[in-house]
């Protein structure tokens, strides 16, 4: 739902709020000196988000949790067996009842269908924590994490404003990327479908040639309505997806629900495996580099020494692997999800002010 100056105005805004957080992280996660504190601002005092997840969660939970703390609210956990919804109250009460007390609903659903139905009836805003057709916060933890490794990509420019905080770090430009995706159409992909192409980034798909594993119509809908088709190429081929790209992402291709599917899905999806000879074969640019949303399973990414290796051992001279090598920003990736959250949370539910957004750019 947001335009692209919203986008790059919570990205730049959640680099701001990483950069003066970081003094109250432990010196091994700050890994930048900043020189004075500054608090973030406290746009959740006296506030309450509720956390409704009807599926699990590590990441977003603890973003939407921890950030929550940093703001100055609270983040209250509903999972779907602590609450009534579903069993004996129905979508349209809890969102009312929920909005009564709380000022803003962090939503994990199953199908799309039940986050509308949420926003249609609830008096506070709802944010899409993840349903079957869209995961929008993950592609602004991604966008994050592709600006701050922009250096990685050559051509590199670097006139972002910093707030006129001349003692942070800035937020490099990114110059127009190619992205590959190679694996199944699901929530992740849909959101990069709609925001890449219109931020001038290129999208290179491959996914197998069923319809079963393409976008739904509601979603190719959005991509035509927004019109982000020019800027996206689809296939069945992976190595003809991967050809030119700075950056490889994939997804898991048992998406939460699925799990009946499995053997099916494993058996589709033969052949779209990220690996090194892949992307070499493929003609990836030589500094390409590896995204995933996590968790991942060992089906879609090469991991072949990862039980090998001590845990933090990312930097491994072995090229044959991808998730724990050096092209791969995951972690860096994971982190983000937590001070994305915390912009959208500082923007919207704090603030309420969307453009807030435009100007934080
Ligand atoms: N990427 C992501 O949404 O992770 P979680 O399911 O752990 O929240
Ligand atoms: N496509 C995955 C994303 C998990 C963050 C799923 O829906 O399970």
Request: net charge neutral; hydrophobic share 35%.
């Amino acid at each position: 739902d947001l335009s692209p100056s919203q986008i790059n105005g919570i990205v730049s805004h959640a680099h701001y709020l990483k950069q003066i957080s970081l003094p109250w992280l432990s010196p091994q996660q700050r890994g930048a000196k900043v020189s004075k504190l500054r608090m973030p601002s406290q746009s959740l005092f006296s506030k309450t988000i509720a956390l409704l997840f009807s599926k699990r969660s590590t990441r977003t939970r603890l973003s939407a949790e921890t950030s929550a703390v940093l703001l100055g609210g609270k983040a209250l956990f509903l999972g779907k067996d602590d609450i009534q919804l579903g069993v004996n109250e129905s979508a349209r009460d809890t969102a009312r009842v929920i909005g009564g007390m709380c000022q803003g609903i962090f939503a994990r659903v199953g199908e799309h269908s039940e986050i509308e139905e949420l926003a249609q009836h609830s008096p506070v805003p709802v944010l899409n924590a993840l349903s079957s057709l869209w995961h929008p916060t993950q592609v602004l933890a991604d966008l994050l994490t592709l600006h701050e490794h922009a250096s990685s990509f050559s051509h590199l420019k670097d006139n972002t404003p910093n707030h006129g905080l001349k003692h942070l770090p800035q937020l490099p430009s990114l110059r127009p990327l190619t992205i590959a995706y190679v694996g199944d159409s699901a929530n992740v992909l849909h959101d990069m479908l709609v925001t890449y192409p219109r931020l001038g980034h290129t999208l290179r798909v491959a996914s197998p040639d069923d319809p079963k594993y393409r976008p739904p119509q509601p979603v190719w809908d959005r991509v035509l309505k927004l019109g982000c088709d020019t800027g996206i190429w689809w296939g069945p081929d992976p190595r003809e997806a991967v050809r030119g790209a700075d950056v490889v992402v994939t997804d898991t291709w048992i998406s939460m629900g699925q799990e009946a599917e499995k053997e099916e899905r494993v058996k589709a999806f033969q052949g779209y495996q990220v690996t090194e000879a892949l992307c070499r074969e493929g003609g990836a640019n030589d500094q390409w580099k590896f995204l995933h949303c996590l968790p991942r399973k060992e089906h879609e990414v090469d991991d072949e020494v990862c039980n090998n290796l001590p845990p933090f051992h990312i930097h491994s001279p072995r090229s044959s692997q991808v998730f724990y090598g050096p092209r791969s920003l995951v972690f860096p990736e994971s982190d983000n999800r937590k001070w994305t959250i915390m912009a959208v949370f500082d923007l919207l539910f704090g603030k309420w002010d969307l453009s807030a957004a435009d100007s934080a750019l």
